[in-house]
């Protein structure tokens, strides 16, 4: 089909007409159902009055996108500052957060507050879920890294990408088991809170730089 379609449309037009079709599918993209946008050299605008040169934009099969927190919630102020940043991901595919609740039996034991925690986080994650650690133990990445991960999501085919931060004692055992990735946000201990904006915001730069947009420097 996708012949048939470059036959008919002329040469000069075919990159623009097939970039409408595929940016015709992003609004309406549900959860599990991934689109694919490749972004032309010619600049257009964005909404917010962002300018986008395009000039390293990859082809990207975007796929759902959540952050799973356990937390006991971060105040106004810091959800707010999140929320933006997650407002920013969903021009690009379906973002969410998800929040779950520390130590939901209340127990005192370190070890059994880490195996609740990690049972309340597994009923967030599908079968066809690609799962990313955040662990002080994890890997090391780039802004450039981050933004192959994303991409690596989509095209290896799976439906959505989950990015977990565990509580205070780290993360339940089967949710390590379940893992596919582990990512050290930094060297340096970050308040749970912050931790959750930095990686929101990692999220949204991973999408600026694989659109090619001026956000990253």
């Known amino acids: 089909m ?3 379609l470059c036959r008919r449309v002329p040469a000069h037009c075919a990159e623009t007409h097939l970039l409408r079709r595929r940016q ?7 959860r599990g159902v991934a689109s694919t946008l ?3 050299k010619a600049s257009s605008k964005k909404g917010g009055g962002e300018t986008t040169s395009g000039s390293g934009a990859r082809a990207v099969r975007y796929v759902p996108l959540s952050v799973v927190t356990v937390s006991k919630g971060g105040g106004a102020s810091i959800d707010g ?3 933006e940043y997650a407002k920013r991901c969903t021009r690009y ?24 925690e990690g049972e309340r986080v597994m009923k967030t994650i599908g079968a066809r879920d690609f799962v990313i650690l955040m662990d002080e133990r994890g890997k090391d990445v780039s802004s450039e890294d981050m933004a192959d991960l994303v991409a690596r999501i989509g ?33 340096m201990v970050l308040n749970h ?21 001026p956000y990253h420097h």
């Open 2 to 4: 996708l012949r048939t």
């Open 24 to 30: 015709a599918v992003q609004p309406g993209c549900r």
């Open 38 to 40: 490749t972004v032309s």
């Open 81 to 83: 500052a999140v929320g």
């Open 93 to 116: 595919a379906p973002f969410e957060e998800v929040n779950v609740k520390q130590n939901p039996k209340n127990v005192k034991d370190n070890d059994a507050q880490r195996e609740h």
């Open 155 to 187: 095209d290896e085919g799976y439906e959505r990408g989950v990015f977990v931060l565990g509580g205070p004692f780290g993360h339940g055992p089967q949710v390590v088991e379940r893992a596919n990735a582990s990512v050290r946000l930094s060297k």
């Open 193 to 213: 809170q912050v931790a959750r904006l930095v990686l929101v915001e990692a999220i949204y730069r991973a999408h600026t730089i694989l659109r090619g947009e």
